[in-house]
């Protein structure tokens, strides 16, 4: 019913900056909250940031002041910002969204399939 579709990922040098966009399709009534997870090898998948449907945003703090999380509501679309990048940010990034798919209903997570960053020199 939904589809979320990343795109951005890759490789950088430490310092560079990149930009992941989602968007989500089908059938979709509303969206929540959108977010951006990431997971390295042997570590949990963390969130790294999150945003309402207003616009208030959160993030984890290891990258607060280095990256940006916006969203356009017309699109379905959330983004994330990435400057100032460090090879500790390496993982794979998921796009994650709360979706109403009619009104009324229940909100229901959808994932991303997933998109490797790799910051090295």
């Known amino acids: 019913q939904v589809q979320l579709v990343e795109s951005g990922g890759g490789l950088v040098q430490p310092g560079g900056s990149l930009r992941l966009s989602c968007a989500a399709s089908?059938?979709?009534?509303?969206?929540?909250?959108m977010a951006w997870y990431r997971q390295a090898p042997g570590k949990e998948r963390e969130l790294v940031a999150g945003i309402t449907s207003a616009g208030n945003t959160n993030y984890v703090d290891s990258v607060k002041g280095r990256f940006t999380i916006s969203r356009d509501n017309a699109k379905n679309t959330v983004y994330l910002q990435m400057s100032s990048l460090k090879p500790e940010d390496t993982a794979v990034y998921y796009c994650n969204a709360d979706v109403r798919i009619v009104r009324n209903s229940p909100l229901d997570r959808y994932w991303g399939q997933g998109t490797q960053v790799t910051v090295s020199s």
């Open positions: 089908g059938s979709i009534f509303s969206i929540n909250v």
